[in-house]
T-cell receptor
Framework: KNQVEQSPQSLIILEGKNCTLQ??????????LRWYKQDTGRGPVSLTI?????NTKSNGRYTATLDADTKQSSLHITASQLSDSASYIC?????????????FGRGTQLTVWP | EADIYQTPRYLVIGTGKKITLECSQT?????MYWYQQDPGMELHLIHY???????EKGDLSSESTVSRIRTEHFPLTLESARPSHTSQYLC???????????FGQGTRLTVV
């Protein structure tokens, strides 16, 4: 069964600190992995997208890593800001269908305190 | 910023009413999706479309229906709303599996 598991479920950090969010998946055959940021009550916004051959991708203070062999990804946030408070969702796409189905994790709820 | 729009953002209606949630995108994307998301839970695919006149049901059983008469427009209709339909509905579009999936802001539906 294709699944995406994220940890931790929730995380509280102080402003200015770094943090790392984890994503494990069993989706096969793998196409790509995306990290989204979702503010409360709004739609997800893409942070990074990585294909099989990519190990690292950065977007400002966000750096995502991918290990396709162990089927793990992480999202590292550097020098956190209050505006980083949101849910971070790991999404994995398969290439077993023409649709390129998306499998969603439940997200990690990040809260940044001043 | 992605050019995909959902209306209304918030909707409170009575049981038994018929409603249509609108979704439009100006990017010319062939693939469009409707997801349902309860608070703190993952998104569940309820409908998708490969293109005009193509619609399919997703993983999560839903009493809603969709249509795709134009590329840019993918409305979702509930013929008779029930309290169990209370949820957030997210529309998305993409050009293919290698590209980004862009999401709308969502419609928060409450059925009383």
């Amino acid at each position: 069964k294709n699944q995406v598991e994220q940890s931790p479920q929730s995380l509280i950090i102080l402003e200015g600190k770094n943090c790392t969010l984890q994503c494990n998946y069993t989706v096969s055959p793998f196409s790509n992995l995306r990290w989204y940021k979702q503010d409360t009550g709004r739609g997800p916004v893409s942070l990074t997208i990585m294909t099989f051959s990519e190990n690292t991708k950065s977007n400002g203070r966000y750096t995502a890593t991918l290990d396709a062999d162990t089927k793990q990804s992480s999202l590292h946030i550097t020098a956190s800001q209050l505006s980083d408070s949101a849910s971070y969702i790991c999404v994995v796409s398969d290439r077993g269908s023409t649709l390129g189905r998306l499998y969603f994790g439940r997200g990690t709820q990040l809260t940044v305190w001043p | 910023e992605a050019d995909i729009y959902q209306t209304p953002r918030y909707l409170v209606i009575g049981t038994g009413k018929k409603i249509t949630l609108e979704c439009s995108q100006t990017m010319g994307h062939d693939k469009m999706y409707w997801y349902q998301q309860d608070p703190g839970m993952e998104l569940h695919l309820i409908h998708y479309s490969y293109g005009v006149n193509s619609t399919e049901k997703g993983d999560l059983s839903s009493e809603s229906t969709v249509s795709r008469i134009r590329t840019e427009h993918f409305p979702l209709t509930l013929e008779s709303a029930r309290p169990s339909h209370t949820s957030q509905y997210l529309c998305a579009s993409s050009t293919g599996e290698w590209t980004e999936a862009f999401f709308g802001q969502g419609t928060r539906l409450t059925v009383v």
